[in-house]
């Protein structure tokens, strides 16, 4: 497993992790992220470091240099959504678009 993603593991693993309410970031959630990086990295791509989300989700986001960013977080039942205002043109489409066919073939899993 990622180090990054193990690191969640042992400091977001229990309830209220952020000192409020955050859910804590589960073993099968790692699970689905790890599974989520590993088809990226068979595609080619390099992924930012794991973020913990307060629902209990692992987050990766990539930016650029004229503000595009967007979201794929991989949610504890496994889903993952992306959030993005990425712009026509921004350097990061081909990185959203891998995501994107790691999202449909997640679903074919």
Not at 43 to 57: D, H, K, R, V
Request: aromatic residues 8%; proline residues 9%.
């Amino acid at each position: 497993m990622r180090a990054d993603i193990q690191g969640l593991l042992d400091d977001c693993g229990k309830p209220g992790w952020d000192g409020y309410s955050a859910a804590p970031i589960a073993q099968t959630t790692a699970g689905h992220a790890e599974h989520f990086c590993i088809l990226l990295a068979m595609a080619g791509f390099e992924l930012p470091p794991a973020i913990p989300e307060p629902s209990g989700a692992i987050g990766f986001e990539w930016k650029d240099d004229h503000a595009n960013w967007f979201i794929a977080s991989i949610e504890p039942n496994g889903t993952v959504s992306v959030v993005t205002p990425t712009s026509e043109g921004s350097p990061l489409l081909p990185m959203l678009e891998a995501v994107q066919q790691v999202l449909h073939a997640l679903k074919g899993s």
